[in-house]
């Protein structure tokens, strides 16, 4: 794909409606990244992530973010363009001599100028780094937009540094998971390329739209046209669906976690914390114009469906476990909770399947090594006296027997 297109298509449709930075703008986010960190520290053992704070505008974040939009965005440019010198009709090929090379540079052309466009109107509403819940800025840098979270904080009523301080603590919550969860970041772009795996184009679409060119011509106008139409719009497969389920899951789990420690934190010190709190909640769960634009372009919708989910489980977590168990989730993958556990989240804080299946190893790496070769579990002839039988998959708190989950979650 064309990303210097796509950087300037961007900053293009954002130049009217920027601003500079004031000074003062750059001392209050500072100000309040600071505060942030300060009242996270009580509420969770990952250490602060932040190594600076900075005010930006939306031009800078799209020239900060363009690196991580690339590596996000690539896999499904990859595939949508290749898709297309695969259906020229067999005429065509033989006729279009030079118009072939052509065909994937015109394409990775109207590609970035859409996907420059998306993250351009994108850049008018995101409030932060790490606001749609990836590591979009570069590493231990926190960052608001001034102009983005006075937009945010319009018509609620509430003072502005209240607004910027719950912000900010979000914002600073989510460099202590991607600072101190070095395995985060590469959980979540592996589901974004496995979803690009999994995609497929209307391949009749874009047959129609080379037939209608003359290959003699060598229109490059005509044939950018022609791909300009709506022919990048991914149709869904079944691998498609479950890998952005799979997103879909770990976006929630992070975000919710954000949520959770980001108001516990707040409490106390913000009045308005819960509102603020269902404010953002609501604003994720209905995504903005850019947002939806963003997800018809490029097929990726980056809005966490299971947040109230995930933040009731995590909060559970704390309840049961405390502080240091709920974030010693984060210390492997494998130890997270899936879509299913979403659905049951006290009975995944109770006893986790993980734990679970974790503990019924090493008991039987005990047993094999006392040279027991007798049955682990059913009439207990090779169990230890008292110990009790195992109980079936069935039976195990956090299993994979789930309630419905809330409608309205």
Not at 121 to 150: C, H
Not at 186 to 206: C, K, Q, T
Not at 346 to 362: R, V
């Amino acid at each position: 794909m064309n990303w210097d297109l796509a950087r300037s298509t961007a900053v293009e449709a954002i130049t009217r409606e920027d601003r500079l930075v004031t000074v003062a703008e750059v001392a209050q986010v500072g100000e309040a990244v600071r505060l942030a960190d300060l009242w996270l520290d009580p509420v969770t053992t990952l250490p602060s992530g932040v190594s600076g704070a900075e005010a930006w505008s939306r031009q800078r974040w799209v020239e900060a973010t363009t690196p991580v939009w690339a590596q996000l965005c690539d896999p499904v440019a990859t595939r949508v363009v290749a898709a297309m010198g695969g259906v020229l009709p067999d005429e065509m090929r033989a006729m279009a001599g030079p118009l072939l090379g052509m065909l994937g540079q015109i394409g990775g052309l109207v590609f970035g100028a859409q996907v420059g466009s998306a993250i351009g109107n994108l850049a008018t509403e995101v409030v932060g780094s790490t606001d749609i819940g990836l590591p979009l800025g570069p590493s231990g840098r926190a960052a608001l937009l001034p102009v983005n979270v006075a937009g945010f904080g319009a018509g609620l009523g509430l003072p502005p540094e209240e607004v910027r301080l719950y912000l900010a603590l979000r914002e600073a919550a989510y460099h202590r998971l991607f600072t101190h969860v070095p395995w985060l970041r590469s959980h979540l772009f592996e589901a974004v390329a496995a979803y690009a795996r999994g995609i497929s184009v209307d391949s009749d679409a874009i047959s129609r739209a080379l037939g209608s060119i003359d290959p003699t011509a060598m229109d490059p106008e005509a044939l950018q046209r022609a791909l300009g139409e709506g022919l990048f719009q991914p149709q869904e497969s079944p691998a498609q669906r479950a890998a952005l389920a799979r997103l879909e899951t770990a976006l929630a789990l992070t975000e919710g976690w954000v949520d959770e420690v980001a108001t516990a934190a707040a409490t106390g010190h913000l009045p308005a914390a819960v509102a603020l709190r269902e404010t953002v909640r609501r604003r994720r769960a209905e995504g903005g114009p850019a947002e939806q634009a963003f997800a018809t372009f490029v097929g990726l919708e980056l809005r966490p469906r299971r947040l109230r989910d995930a933040a009731n489980l995590w909060a559970a977590l704390a309840a049961t476990r405390g502080t240091d168990g709920r974030d010693a989730v984060w210390s492997h993958p494998d130890l997270l909770p899936s879509a299913a556990d979403l659905d049951d989240p006290l009975g995944f804080a109770a006893g986790t399947e993980h734990t679970d299946a974790a503990t019924d190893f090493d008991a039987e790496l005990r047993r094999l090594a006392a040279g027991d070769s007798g049955p682990a579990t059913g009439d207990g002839s090779s169990a230890k006296p008292g110990s009790g039988s195992s109980e079936g998959p069935d039976d195990q708190a956090g299993g994979t027997a789930a309630t419905d989950p809330d409608p309205a979650g």
